[in-house]
């Protein structure tokens, strides 16, 4: 039972235009959210996180966004670059994080075409 | 600044055959974790430690063992590798206990024939 789900395997964008992807969680006692961004032959690097007390946090060119009563957390890149060519993971924790955990998407590969 | 450093990147098994992947951070993080990714799946969480000398089991630890004997090491073995257990294995910390990302080392890959 899948309980981050990414339900998008790959996304194409054009270079300049907005990358929107999306995240639907099951458990509702989830209330810590993360984006990881992930290039071939390379670790998952952090790129952005959200509170459940929180409806949105932005970051440079980058926004999370949180609708709690959907289950949903979209991530906003504006520009998209080239460089932004990558896998890009969702994750939820419960607690808070306090169980030392994170529940993973499968994953969205996102291609910005120049 | 190394951050956190797997050793080997590779490692060609057979099966029934045992090996230990080595993590090692030097950040001074509390929390060490090993996952696995395999292909079209999400990162899953093998074992964690919460601190020196503790291990928790996570989604799918049958087949793994653990150690964290000091705090920047935690290593993760498998006793008789099953061709299951082919994957890329990914080591991260973390520094807080709340609301702290993980970083993660650049991965494993283990191949079991």
């Known amino acids: 039972d899948q309980q981050v789900k990414q339900n998008s395997p790959s996304l194409s964008v054009q270079e300049g235009r907005i990358s929107i992807l999306n995240c639907d969680y099951t458990n509702s006692m989830f209330d810590y959210f993360l984006w990881y961004k992930k290039y071939p032959a390379e670790g998952p690097t952090f790129l952005i996180s959200?509170?459940?007390?929180?409806d949105k946090n932005e970051d440079g060119r980058f926004t999370v966004f949180l609708n709690k009563s959907a289950k949903h957390l979209s991530l906003h890149i504006v520009p998209s670059q080239p460089g932004d060519s990558a896998v890009y993971f969702c994750a939820a924790s419960a607690n808070q994080g306090s169980q030392g955990n994170l529940i993973f998407g499968k994953g969205t590969k996102l291609s910005v075409k120049p | 600044n190394a951050g956190v450093t797997q050793t080997p990147k590779f490692r060609v098994l057979k099966t029934g055959q045992s090996m230990t992947l080595l993590c090692a951070q030097d950040m001074n993080h509390e929390y060490m974790y090993w996952y696995r990714q395999d292909p079209g799946m999400g990162l899953r969480l093998i074992h964690y430690?919460?601190?020196?000398?503790?291990?928790a089991k996570g989604e799918v630890p049958d087949g793994y063992n653990v150690s964290r004997l000091k705090k920047q090491n935690f290593l993760l073995g498998l006793e008789s590798a099953a061709p299951s257990q082919t994957s890329v294995y990914f080591c991260?910390?973390?520094?807080?206990?709340?609301?702290?990302?993980?970083?993660f080392g650049n991965g494993t890959r283990l191949t079991v024939t």
């Open positions: 959200i509170s459940s007390i929180k």
């Open positions: 430690s919460v601190g020196e000398g503790t291990t």
């Open positions: 991260a910390s973390s520094y807080h206990v709340l609301n702290s990302p993980l970083h």
